[in-house]
């Protein structure tokens, strides 16, 4: 059985502890590789890894650090395939999918951050004839990056990417139900020449190296994605030591559709902002609110539309929905589904797990659910599901459309569809979220501000931002007589 291995000081090793953890195929339900069991031991030789490298790494040229980064980026190009289908049997959705967002967007983040660093600049502020400032951005140092399994390599490369094109060195942890591309990657950062200890990767729980790297006193930067939970952990050990720290974290984002909406464009997104990835991306609608005059309309479509959506073979271009990603994860989702319908939820469709025939029986497939009759403030409308899952609800006024959408804990993304274009300034500037689309979803131009309000998180990733946060402002100012 393959076996994964850490990527440490530019070679690829066995964990301390010569111990490995099942990973799962979650189309098939079996295990198809071992993961290493790393701990404490690994991350403290990373971390030396890391120190040691970055004195030259902060010193190579921002061209040099470009360079090799754009041959990341193309290897991830050239690799799409291989990348594409080993996302797509590590975590279940279809490789379509994989092909066409999760790896192109993965060379992408390379690519972005290695031209981005060339047009970095920092401010300077004259105080006329009596002194000038200018402000100077160092790397931090050691940065530590630990990513979710829902978008692997996309979300993996998007904390990487910006922080070794400011300077600094990585030691990065991938989640452990998803590790295979990460360990690609460790090969492609090989190939491509990155210089030894600039990016470590450690395996393993988020218990032991997330835990790890988080307390660790010689990592001064922590770069998190992932469930609100773990963020409040993270912070909670992080705070007292001052670290900077970038957290994305949960939603439960609201999805407003207004009468006056383009129906059919309307309908083809809302498919994919409720479905894609299984529901399993974190800027998923997954509260869909519709003006009362077109609610019956809208229901009716929609449900039809959500029945054809195929369920299958994540290697079959006709799947739209593959396995999510585990038997805990398919477990959780469906108890929602329970809880939904003790809630007094109707369940217009899915609602069930699919059973798959052949190779695929014991997979984790569940069907698109759409649930009508719920109160906002219930729990099925307040907590996060994370899977192919949404509610519906009608609304009267926009005052009604706000009540709900800002009632969550959560402020990540949200969605408006109206072709009034005063209603939608109008309603974007007081929903309470971190991203507003507007008669689109997951549109993404990777210089804007990305990230949440309220539990979904503390930072903004994207853009000049994340070169900020993977630097260290430092002002000198200058008196000039
Ligand atoms: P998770 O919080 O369970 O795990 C995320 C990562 O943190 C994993 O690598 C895990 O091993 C690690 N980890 C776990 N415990 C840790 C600890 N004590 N210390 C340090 N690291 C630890 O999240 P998940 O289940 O992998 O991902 C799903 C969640 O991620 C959802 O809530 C989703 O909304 C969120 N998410 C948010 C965004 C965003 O941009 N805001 C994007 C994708 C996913």
């Known amino acids: 059985m393959q076996k994964i291995k850490n990527y440490i000081n530019g070679e690829l090793v066995e964990p301390a502890s010569k111990t490995y953890i099942d990973n799962y195929n979650p189309a098939i339900g079996k295990v198809y590789s ?13 971390t030396k890894a890391a120190i040691d490298a970055f004195p030259m790494w902060s010193n190579t040229s921002k061209d040099e650090r470009s360079k090799v980064m754009l041959k990341i980026s193309e290897l991830i190009e050239k690799n799409l395939d291989r990348l594409a289908i080993a996302e797509s049997i590590d975590n279940g959705k279809p490789v379509s999918l994989a092909k066409t967002v999760d790896i192109p967007r993965a060379a992408a983040n390379f690519h ?25 951005r160092t790397p931090v140092g050691v940065a530590g990056c630990i990513s979710p399994w829902n978008l692997p390599l996309y979300l993996f490369t998007w904390k990487i990417a910006p922080a070794i094109a400011a300077g600094n060195c990585v030691v990065a942890k991938p989640s452990e139900i998803t590790p295979m591309t990460a360990y690609l990657l460790s090969e492609l950062c090989i190939e491509a020449g990155l210089p030894k200890g600039v990016l470590n990767i450690v395996h393993g729980y988020g218990h032991k190296v997330g835990a790890a790297i988080t307390a660790h006193p010689k990592i001064p930067l922590i770069s998190f994605t992932g469930g609100t939970k773990t963020g409040a952990e993270i ?18 984002n609201p999805n407003i559709i207004f009468a006056d909406c383009d129906f059919d464009k309307m309908i083809k997104t809302t498919l994919h902002s409720s479905f894609a990835n299984q529901g399993q991306i974190c800027l998923c609608g997954s509260r869909i609110m519709v003006e009362r005059s077109i609610y019956e309309k ?50 217009l469709c899915g609602g069930n797990q699919v059973k798959l025939e052949g190779e695929f029986s014991e997979g984790y497939f569940i069907a698109p659910t759409i649930i009508e009759g719920l109160t906002y403030d219930c729990r099925t409308n307040q907590e996060e599901i994370f899977g192919p899952v949404v509610t519906i609800m009608p609304f009267d006024t926009e005052a009604e459309a706000l009540l709900y959408a800002n009632s969550t804990q959560y402020g990540l993304a949200s969605v408006v569809w109206t072709e009034n274009l005063t209603k939608a300034h109008r309603i974007a500037n007081q929903i309470h979220a971190g991203i507003v689309w507007v008669n689109c979803w997951l549109v993404r131009d990777l210089r804007t501000p990305f990230g949440g309000v309220k539990s979904s998180g503390v930072g903004r990733e994207g853009g000049f931002e994340a070169l900020d946060f993977f630097t260290e402002p430092k002002n000198v100012c200058i008196k000039l007589n």
Do not use: C, W
Not at 34 to 46: C, F, G, H, N, Q
Not at 329 to 335: F, R
């Open 298 to 347: 809208f229901k009716n479509k929609f449900v039809e539309e959500t029945k054809k959506l195929k369920v299958g073979n994540p290697a079959s271009p006709e799947s739209k929905l593959g396995a999510v990603v585990s038997k805990s994860h398919m477990e959780k989702i469906l108890s929602y589904i329970d809880l939904a319908r003790q809630e007094g939820g109707t369940i």
């Open 112 to 136: 972005f951050y290695a031209t981005g660093i060339l047009h970095f600049a920092s401010e300077s502020h004259s105080m006329e004839n009596s002194a000038i400032n200018y402000t100077l």
């Open 235 to 252: 912070a909670r050990v992080a705070a007292p030591m001052f670290k900077k720290l970038s957290l994305e974290l949960g939603g439960k």
């Open 34 to 46: 071992l993961i290493p069991d790393s701990d404490e031991k690994d991350v403290e030789i990373a």
